[in-house]
């Protein structure tokens, strides 16, 4: 029978139904467990032989990562090695990956956290609410994802996949994605990196705090890292609006004094 559950729903379910005492399945019709007993030891051993082949061939899953990004010599190849790492647990429960936006080679690069609902859906970076306060706030200094030359932006996320419930992505799995991350910007070769939100900020910076770290310049990757705060934060709380606009307009001044083409 089909279901809507989503991968981590399902497996929740079943974990509570542990969790009460479910030891067994009911069915419709009554089972010869003599003639069960032979079937379920057949199925155990061809269940094993297929985890076995699908199990992913290393023990450390960042190195894997290392390796997987560094082969990859185009965008379009670094979005394959994504699909094809099975690491992440995170991969299970999505819909899509969700790689990138905007245009590659753009003086800006916006890193976001990961996606949520309406990304998992689309596979496209803040296209939710967030999104559309993101697109207006970077149009007010002219530039958008849409545009193009200098005034053109590329977005991606620290993460490609959905976490459950939008919970915070767990730390091993930003290290093992990091990798993919790094290379991801090596390939779209930005002047300046903007990373927006605590996630962004530890995944790029190795530090949390983003409402004390705001608006500072920072460096990694090779290039200048302005961090700002979410636009999900915003939303919350929109006293924080002219802080953010603060940092805006200091990227645009940056803009303005870098000279182009740094990050290629
Ligand atoms: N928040 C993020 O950090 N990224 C998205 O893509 C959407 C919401």
Redesign the pocket.
């Known amino acids: 029978m089909e279901s809507d559950l989503d991968w981590h729903s399902a497996h929740a379910l079943l974990a509570w139904q542990v969790e009460l005492g479910v030891t067994e399945a009911m069915c419709d019709a009554p089972v010869n467990r003599y003639e069960a007993a032979a079937e379920m030891v057949a199925a155990q051993a061809s269940v094993a032989a297929v985890a076995a082949t699908a199990r992913p061939q290393t023990d450390d899953p960042v190195a894997e990562a290392q390796r997987a990004a560094q082969s990859a010599r185009t965008l379009d190849e670094l979005a394959a090695a994504m699909t094809a790492y099975d690491h992440c647990e995170l991969k299970k429960g999505a819909r899509n990956l969700?790689f990138c936006d905007g245009t590659p080679g753009a003086r800006v690069m916006i890193i976001?956290?990961?996606?949520?609902r309406?990304?998992d859906q689309q596979g496209?970076?803040?296209?939710?609410k967030?999104?559309q306060l993101l697109d207006r706030m970077f149009a007010a200094i002219g530039i958008g994802r849409d545009r193009t030359g200098d005034a053109a932006l590329y977005?991606t996320?620290?993460l490609p996949w959905r976490p459950p419930q939008n919970r915070d992505p767990k730390p091993d799995e930003i290290a093992m994605m990091q990798p993919f991350l790094q290379r991801h910007v090596e390939l779209a070769a930005p002047d300046i990196l903007v990373v927006?939100?605590n996630?962004?900020c530890q995944a790029v910076l190795g530090k949390r705090g983003i409402t004390r770290l705001r608006g500072q310049w920072d460096k990694a990757y090779d290039r200048p890292v302005l961090p700002m705060v979410?636009?999900?934060y915003l939303l919350r709380t929109p006293t924080a609006k002219h802080e953010a606009w603060a940092d805006l307009l200091e990227l645009q001044a940056r803009l303005k004094d870098t000279p182009k083409g740094k990050g290629r």
């Open positions: 969700v976001g956290e990961a996606p949520g309406d990304e496209r970076p803040f296209v939710g967030a999104g977005i996320n620290v927006v939100g996630v962004s979410h636009p999900a």
